[in-house]
């Protein structure tokens, strides 16, 4: 009859452990991968937002095509594009000349008026390799593209994009 009760106690402590260590573990594992996909999920919100921000600007370079205004198109290399969007992005946080400095201003865009460059301050960049500067930031420039026509005969506009200054690596 001892042998029966025995049997009916539960768990010993060596395999409530076990089992509490295991738990840890895959609770360690799961955040470090959820730390991941944010880190993820950031640099495709920020690559989308780029990707507006570059058709925007083909627009306007489009506009200014068609409606003849083909010697204001170099102009474009000085405007702020995100004035060029029908709607700002919700972590745009305007033009500086001097940049926004401090934790509550990463994950956010903001144009930079010295260099005219669009720049991502980058939020979640345990996987991201800083710029030449040492700073998590991505920045973009507008950058006018050319065709040569023929040998000698000059090159045709052809477009404008938005470029990153610097390539960088994330993840």
Same mark, same amino acid.
């Given at each position: 009859?001892?042998?029966?009760?025995?049997?009916?106690?539960?768990?010993?402590?060596?395999?409530?452990?076990?089992?509490?260590?295991?738990?840890?573990?895959?609770?360690?594992?799961?955040?470090?991968?959820?730390?991941?996909?944010?880190?993820?999920? !950031?640099?495709?919100?920020?690559?989308?937002?780029?990707?507006?921000?570059?058709?925007?600007?083909?627009?306007?370079?489009?506009?200014?095509?068609?409606?003849?205004?083909?010697?204001?198109?170099?102009?474009?290399?000085?405007?702020?594009?995100?004035?060029?969007?029908?709607?700002?992005?919700?972590?745009?946080?305007?033009?500086?000349?001097?940049?926004?400095?401090?934790?509550?201003? !990463?994950?956010?865009?903001?144009?930079?008026?010295?260099?005219?460059?669009?720049?991502?301050?980058?939020?979640?960049?345990?996987?991201?390799?800083?710029?030449?500067?040492?700073?998590?930031?991505?920045?973009?420039?507008?950058?006018?593209?050319?065709?040569?026509?023929?040998?000698?005969?000059?090159?045709?506009?052809?477009?404008?994009?938005?470029?990153?200054?610097?390539?960088?690596?994330?993840?």
């Amino acid at each position: 009859m001892r042998n029966d009760i025995r049997k009916l106690r539960g768990f010993t402590l060596l395999e409530l452990v076990v089992v509490i260590s295991i738990i840890g573990i895959l609770g360690i594992m799961l955040t470090e991968r959820l730390q991941r996909y944010a880190g993820l999920a !950031e640099k495709t919100s920020m690559e989308y937002t780029a990707n507006i921000v570059n058709t925007a600007l083909l627009f306007e370079f489009v506009t200014r095509l068609t409606k003849g205004r083909r010697g204001d198109i170099t102009s474009l290399v000085d405007v702020n594009p995100v004035k060029l969007l029908a709607q700002k992005p919700p972590n745009y946080l305007g033009e500086f000349r001097d940049p926004p400095v401090g934790e509550q201003f !990463e994950g956010n865009w903001y144009y930079d008026l010295e260099h005219r460059e669009l720049v991502y301050l980058v939020r979640r960049g345990d996987d991201f390799k800083a710029d030449s500067s040492g700073k998590k930031r991505v920045r973009y420039h507008i950058e006018l593209l050319y065709d040569e026509l023929e040998p000698g005969a000059g090159k045709s506009l052809t477009g404008a994009v938005l470029v990153p200054v610097e390539a960088y690596s994330w993840l």
